[in-house]
């Protein structure tokens, strides 16, 4: 046999490994069409394609905020390699359930990257990233966390603010983004603090009247089932006094003046004590 011969028959038996089809990436927005199955509405393609580190959410109750997050973190794992993202509420029941909207819009759009383990609160993939859920009760257990790349805090209004102040640093080499969600809670904690305060965070609001969803009828049955004042922050997005408050904020801001001169301090009237009596007397 000739070695011509000898070559083609190796090459007759030798079998070629299987192609591997490339996988282009997708934008967020085309990420969420896939997994979803239709457009995003206006202000979530906004979120979708945001690049902005700080985004705070102040949206009502059922118009899908918890899924645009779900999309973008899915999208960061997928396409940033080595991505560690967390997903933070203020129970484990509460962050497994956004972990479960990531989890399944992966499992929809075919795993275009292959896992490397899958758990209900935990995915890895082969290109290194990370989705965990962890619950947001107890700031000591989450310490360890280091480089992260995304921080999603859900229903961030009712999350304490030990939690907040814990995970902050974790984004602080890596540079990494911090998602904040929830429908308000009181004037009070950091996510009405950042809400009401803060010129670093991008912030987007959307009321239910806002989703074409919701129909006229039933948020009019809401407000009166709810009442006004639930209704204004379920559904309203408006930062109201926390039930039980004696005194509203509106009466506690009257009760100050800026007309009255202080009694201690600079701009205290140093004269205003001279003739008073000594409390003890020399002698």
Not at 62 to 74: D, F, T
Not at 186 to 210: D, L, N, P
Not at 221 to 228: P, R, W
Not at 261 to 280: I, Q
């Amino acid at each position: 046999m000739t070695l011509r011969q000898r070559v083609d028959r190796l090459k007759a038996r030798w079998t070629p490994p299987p192609v591997v089809p490339t996988v282009l990436p997708m934008t967020a927005v085309e990420l969420w069409q896939q997994a979803m199955g239709h457009e995003p509405d206006d202000w979530q393609a906004t979120v979708l394609i945001s690049d902005d580190p700080r985004i705070i959410l102040n949206v009502s109750r059922q118009l899908g905020k918890s899924s645009v997050v779900a999309i973008k973190a899915l999208h960061l794992a997928l396409y940033e390699p080595k991505s560690l993202i967390l997903l933070l509420s203020r129970s484990l029941r509460q962050s497994a359930e956004l972990a479960k909207k990531v989890f399944d819009a992966y499992a929809t759009v075919g795993r275009t990257v292959p896992p490397e383990a899958e758990t209900k609160l935990a995915l890895e993939l082969s290109n290194g990233s990370r989705i965990l859920a962890l619950p947001g009760g107890d700031e000591a257990a989450i310490r360890g966390f280091s480089g992260v790349r995304c921080l999603v805090l859900d229903e961030a209004a009712r999350i304490p603010d030990a939690l907040y102040v814990a995970v902050r640093p974790m984004i602080s080499i890596s540079g990494g983004s911090m998602m904040l969600l929830s429908t308000p809670y009181g004037k009070r904690g950091f996510f009405y603090r950042v809400w009401s305060q803060s010129h670093r965070w991008q912030k987007i609001m959307v009321t239910a009247s806002e989703c074409p969803r919701l129909t006229p009828a039933f948020l009019a049955e809401e407000l009166i089932e709810l009442g006004e004042r639930w209704y204004a922050q379920e559904y309203g997005c408006q930062f109201v006094e926390a039930v039980g408050q004696v005194f509203s904020d509106a009466a506690i801001d009257a009760a100050f003046s800026h007309d009255i001169l202080p009694l201690f301090g600079e701009e205290a009237d140093e004269n205003r004590l001279v003739d008073l009596p000594a409390l003890f007397p020399e002698g």
